[in-house]
């Protein structure tokens, strides 16, 4: 399905231990109310965000809306353990990890069931049999309804559906105009080219064949192109930015719905993960799927030359 999927990151203020304020809990509902009015319905967490505080001001919102869940889909993702005074940063894909940690974020959500679980980055240490006998056993248990992953490679995939009865359903991957490694891994393939943005070869053409939703997180690019020019941006980032403002005055669209539709453009039906919590801006994505639509060929390949600076070889 090419739709956008609203990512809770950002909600639940600080990343901090400390508890969610009624302050958070207000700009989360604004979020979420100003994400379902641009027609997003999928809205994703992880149990790292804001350290639990995401998933818990989601749960205060669900219960400020009664009737809300019904209305939308939840997928959450665990998998990763972020560092602290005494423990170092690293990945937990154990049968054990991936149920207690699921079961916290059903208390933290205050919901019997996510609709999706991703498991959040590869583990180099995870046994494929051991993960899949604990998806198998929670979506038995009716608290996940589907399975899917999230940065891993067609390989990864291959592994761990071999022990899977169930398909994987979704693959999250860093994808945007500016994170582009996913084009360049195709159109330098017999050229000699290198790219400074690798991406695993053939990740979205097996998404393709096997009917896996494919979801960009990062998919704005920190607003590189549409009006906010991180740290690190370039005169090609300029020249982009202001191609990207030409185009949508040609389409009536926001820049934002012109990065986003860049992306909608691409046959394997990309599901861009909208991750702000300003419902203004939020509500300027609500067209990109029109603009993936509008977007012409030639315009597609304006795009990808100024975020290259080069032309395709």
């Not at 641009?38 to 992880?46: I, K, N, P, R």
């Not at 389409?251 to 909608?264: C, F, K, N, P």
Request: negative net charge; glycine residues 10%; contains cysteine.
């Amino acid at each position: 399905m090419n739709e956008l999927v609203y990512g809770c990151m950002g909600l639940g203020g600080d990343w901090d231990g400390e508890e969610v304020t009624p302050e958070a809990v207000d700009a989360a509902e604004r979020a979420v109310l100003a994400a379902l009015d641009a027609g997003m319905t999928t809205f994703d967490h992880a149990d790292i965000y804001r350290r639990g505080k995401a998933e818990r001001a989601f749960g205060l919102v669900l219960r400020r809306h009664p009737g809300l869940r019904d209305r939308i889909r939840l997928q959450t993702k665990v998998g990763i353990t972020l560092p602290s005074d005494d423990v170092v940063g690293h990945y937990d894909l154990s049968a054990q990890a991936i149920r207690t940690r699921t079961l916290a974020c059903l208390e933290r959500l205050g919901v019997d069931h996510v609709d999706t679980l991703l498991l959040h980055r590869p583990d180099p240490l995870m046994v494929p049999q051991e993960a899949a006998d604990a998806l198998h056993g929670l979506v038995a248990d009716g608290l996940v309804g589907a399975v899917g992953v999230s940065n891993f490679s067609a390989a990864q995939m291959r592994s761990l559906q071999r022990h899977l009865d169930l398909p994987i359903a979704v693959n999250q991957l860093e994808l945007s105009l500016h994170h582009r490694g996913f084009v360049e891994e195709g159109i330098c393939v017999n050229t000699g080219s290198s790219t400074s943005a690798p991406f695993p070869e053939g990740t979205l053409e097996h998404c393709q064949e096997h009917g896996v939703q494919v979801q960009a997180w990062g998919s704005l690019a920190q607003g590189r192109y549409s009006g906010r020019l991180p740290e690190d941006s370039d005169g090609g980032d300029r020249r982009t930015a202001r191609l990207v403002q030409r185009l949508a005055d040609e389409l009536q669209a926001t820049r934002e719905e012109i990065v986003l539709g860049w992306l909608m453009k691409h046959p394997a039906r990309i599901a861009p993960v909208v991750g702000s919590t300003n419902p203004g801006r939020i509500a300027a994505c609500a067209g990109a799927r029109r603009v993936a639509e509008e977007l012409s060929r030639q315009q597609w390949y304006a795009l990808l030359t100024s975020a290259r600076g080069v032309a395709v070889p």
